[in-house]
């Protein structure tokens, strides 16, 4: 069975600092990982997918992840914060490409906040 | 630019109304799901539907039905709101088949519903 872990319920940084936020998985096959920014009041948008080519994954607004299979860990960084940053973080683990649909197990979402 | 319109923003409704939240997407999409979202929890599947008049249950079927007529819309019903379904709903829509653009989802904006 699949499932997926964010680490921190919430992460507070300031602005011009690093940004980690954590996220470990599980899955029987070969899995999809994705990350998804929500802003207040708005749908999710897709940042970035690792769908097993490169390993480092280049996303959207500077960020980027890495998949690291021995350790099941999906991480979000990005090297400098801005205040727009501050959102909601889902991270998702799909085991089947293509398949079926109904498959995405969600994170619980990780906050991050960007102080001045 | 919209992609996928969900018609109501916010919503208040008295328990054992019976409520419709459509969603409407333009991107010719096979996949249509509707998710609810509350803090902590993270995105839970409701229901999904990969064609027209297919459905299918997600995690959390229970006190929902869905109805797909058409390729473009997909409609959520609650045939009798109670308090415990006082939540964000959050449609959402993807392409089928082995490609870059397969599981990824494209989010509306969400429909908050309050239960008095």
């Known amino acids: 069975a699949q499932s997926v872990t964010q680490l921190d319920s919430h992460v507070s940084v300031s602005e011009g600092t690093p940004v980690l936020l954590r996220c470990n998985y599980s899955?029987?096959?070969?899995?999809?990982l994705f990350w998804y920014v929500q802003h207040p009041n708005k749908g999710l948008q897709l940042l970035l997918k690792?769908?097993?080519?490169?390993?480092l994954v280049k996303g959207i607004n500077g960020f980027e992840a890495e998949f690291k299979k021995s350790e099941t860990s999906f991480h979000l960084t990005k090297p400098s914060a801005h205040m727009s940053d501050a959102a909601e973080y889902f991270c998702?683990?799909?085991?089947?490409?293509?398949?079926?649909?109904?498959?995405?197990?969600f994170g619980k979402g990780t906050k991050l906040s960007v102080k001045p | 630019d919209v992609k996928v319109t969900q018609s109501s923003r916010y919503l208040v409704k008295r328990t054992g109304e019976k409520v419709f939240l459509e969603c409407v997407q333009d991107?010719?999409?096979?996949?249509m799901f509707w998710y609810r979202q509350d803090p902590g929890l993270g995105l839970r599947l409701i229901y999904f539907?990969?064609?027209?008049?297919?459905?299918e249950k997600g995690d959390i079927p229970e006190g929902y039905s869905v109805s797909r007529e058409k390729k473009e819309r997909f409609s959520l019903i609650l045939e009798s709101a109670s308090t415990n379904q006082t939540s964000m709903y959050l449609c959402?829509?993807?392409?089928?088949?082995?490609?870059?653009?397969?599981?990824?989802?494209?989010f509306g904006a969400g429909s908050r519903l309050t239960v008095l």
């Open positions: 991107m010719d999409h096979e996949n």
């Open positions: 899955s029987s096959y070969s899995p999809s």
């Open positions: 539907s990969y064609d027209v008049k297919m459905k």
């Open positions: 690792y769908t097993s080519a490169a390993t």
């Open positions: 998702v683990v799909s085991d089947l490409y293509g398949g079926s649909q109904g498959n995405l197990i």
């Open positions: 959402a829509t993807s392409r089928t088949g082995e490609s870059s653009g397969a599981n990824v989802l494209t």
